[in-house]
């Protein structure tokens, strides 16, 4: 009786391994793969308006104007683009 209820137990912690793994590979599916999960806002890319590069807002130089935001690569591209602004208007 013992060695049936050993089996019992046995079979029982396979079956609950084996569901969780499928389970588990069945999320990850849905999911994807955690070094492909969507990237967090800080990390969206953005256009340079000025020299057309794309950088992540985190590494971008923020500019406010007029309440939209731009992200320049560099201080130069952003001094470059006001400069442009201003002799336009
Ligand atoms: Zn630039």
């Known amino acids: 009786m013992f060695v049936r209820l050993l089996i019992f137990l046995i079979i029982g912690m396979v079956v609950y391994r084996a569901a969780k793994t499928w389970f588990g590979g069945a999320t990850q599916r849905q999911v994807g793969?955690?070094?492909?999960?969507?990237?967090?806002?800080?990390?969206?890319?953005?256009?340079?308006?000025?020299?057309?590069?794309?950088?992540?807002?985190?590494?971008?130089?923020?500019?406010?104007?007029?309440?939209?935001?731009?992200?320049?690569?560099?201080?130069?591209?952003?001094?470059?683009?006001?400069?442009?602004k201003t002799d336009s208007v």
Do not use: H, M, W
Not at 46 to 72: E, K
């Open 33 to 84: 793969r955690p070094g492909n999960l969507p990237q967090r806002a800080d990390d969206a890319l953005v256009q340079d308006p000025q020299c057309g590069v794309y950088l992540t807002r985190s590494d971008g130089i923020a500019l406010n104007i007029d309440g939209q935001v731009l992200y320049f690569c560099s201080e130069a591209c952003k001094e470059k683009y006001l400069a442009g």
